[in-house]
């Protein structure tokens, strides 16, 4: 990039976030980069900068690059949830689509800062993700990359499993941290990073059931009460935990979030000095952001944006609404005309994924988007989808019903002296969706590395309850 094109981007830049406040958003200060694809992507892949390493992420580095050079997927924006936030843009995008994602990521960050679900979200994740990496090379310094790899394995195998309602950041019972937190906070110098991870538990009574009620949250159980881990392997495990926690929000408000900013793109470049070329081009790349999906995936951007898009009209008292719609909308509403942009800013507010559906996704929306369910058939020697339920209702609580737990099966450790022999009993809390097995039998193999005793998950199969059960060589099974 050239110096004047950079003195243009950085013009564009500040008009834009002037746009952008003058049109009602709030976002954060935003620090943009211009970088290649492959700096992009491989930001991409480890989801966040100067992250630790593991082989996953260059698998994932691998598959999207691979994706954007054949011309499978392109590049839009890259932005992280952070106080500044920070911003990349492709180096080979002309000016008009820096436009764009600059608007778009305008949007994003005014989510971030905004929406309830990131409240308690570390805005100095990306440089306490650096002080996790430089901690993680030190033990793979001191106990080999291999062994540190290999139990990353193990943690990584089951990071989602945490209990995403008890936040590790700006949490009001965070207690003083331990001496070997101390330490590292001053060999750091950096005294927000004092808090890195959460103090050892208190000594539990014999006499008292571990855990005392059944706790969602596996990996914390196992970094609190694992008898075979030492210090640096559950310094770890809070590491990767609290990383997970950060991603949370994040996956709880994909559709809503990508929505947001695309909603926004648009209005902030429709209201901008554009060229009637420039205009043209405009809406072509915001089609290419907003096509709709395929049978078997949702593309959150269109979904999302369709139904803000909804919303405003209905509340403006524009849009078309079927009897059911009418009879909910409040009165209120109907009765005063325009209210369409403060509704928009009260669910940017309020909602999750879930709750955006569940409450906005109408008979007309899922139409329109061809949200119906569809299943597999064999039709002469050919597997084809077919549809599989149109009333709309099924259709919106079973995409609402996806997404609870954020899409993973929920499991609650349920006892760590099952039978008082020291082994870990997990519920598996079945909701008509059974567990992959294969999936299910590699992660138990995992949490046999981490409670070093027998693992055993109960769950559903084939409408009948079972055991689940790896004793370190074996993987057994047996009705309950």
Known sequence: ????????????????????????????PVHFEVAPAHVIYELGAYALPARFSHWTFGRDYHVQKTMY?????????????????????????????????IAHVYGHSDFFKNNIYFEHTDRQMIERARLHGERLRGYELQYGPMEVERFLDSVLSIEEHIDSSIPTYGHPEKQPPSVHQEQIGKQDNFEDMLYLTEPKPKPVPPTRKIPPEPQKDILLFLRDYSKVLTDWQ???????????TYF???IKTKIINEGWASFW??????????????HIMFRKMHSGVIQPGSRTSLNPYYVGYK????IERRWDGTGDMSDEERDWMDVEIRREPGQGMKKLFEVREQESDQTFLHKYLTEGLVKELDLYTYRVEENDGELVWVVDET????????????MTNFGIPLLTVEDGDWEHRGELYVKHHYDGKPLDLQRATRCMRYMHNLWGRPVHIETVIDDEEVLLTFDG????????
């Open 69 to 101: 050079e054949y011309g499978l997927t392109r590049i839009y924006e890259l932005v992280f949830n952070a106080n500044p936030s920070q911003a990349f843009l492709l180096d080979v995008n002309d000016m008009l689509a820096h436009k764009l994602v």
């Open 473 to 480: 060589n074996n993987i057994g099974q047996r009705a309950l």
């Open 248 to 250: 949370i929000p994040q």
């Open 307 to 310: 139904i803000l898009r909804s």
């Open 1 to 28: 990039m050239t110096q004047a094109e950079r003195a243009e981007l950085e013009k564009w830049i500040e008009i834009i976030y002037e746009k952008a406040l003058e049109m009602g958003l709030d976002p954060f």
């Open 234 to 244: 559950r310094d770890i495990i809070s590491m990767v935990r609290e990383e997970m």
């Open 265 to 278: 793109h648009e209005r902030i470049l429709e209201n901008l000095p554009l060229t009637a070329d420039e």
């Open 391 to 402: 009333d709309w209702r099924v259709v919106r609580n079973t995409l609402v019903d996806q």
